[in-house]
């Protein structure tokens, strides 16, 4: 059974860090790219960074860029989301998703945790 378990979210003020935690199980992990998404209220689900988890290649929102770091740890099968800077735009529940490739877009992902919520007070 394919597994995707988030950690790491919570609440924190404008300026501070959280790392969030994927930690995946059920499918090979290093033929996979993994991504977060994050979806705030009344707004659509937009992807905020990925990785090849074969050759580490990455992908940041603009949004996001100097802020927030991807990495993943490929023994533990797990990726971690580093958000440091945070503002209160960065309000949202964020997922996990694992698909075959990077990808920019939610439908070519294939699997998707439960989310984790992070909110950024002001």
């Known amino acids: 059974e394919v597994q995707l378990m988030e950690s790491g979210g919570g609440l924190v003020q404008a300026g501070g860090s959280l790392r969030l935690s994927c930690a995946a199980s059920?499918?090979?992990?290093?033929?996979?790219?993994i991504g977060w998404f994050r979806q705030a209220p009344g707004k659509e689900r937009e992807e905020v960074s990925c990785i090849s988890s074969s050759d580490g290649s990455t992908y940041y929102a603009d949004s996001v860029k100097g802020r927030f770091t991807i990495s993943s740890d490929n023994a533990k099968n797990t990726v971690y989301l580093q958000m440091n800077s945070l503002k209160p735009e960065d309000t949202a529940v964020y997922y996990c998703t694992a698909g075959p490739r990077v990808g920019l877009h939610a439908y070519e992902y294939d699997y998707w945790g439960q989310g984790t919520q992070v909110t950024v007070s002001s």
């Open positions: 059920g499918f090979t992990f290093d033929d996979y790219a």
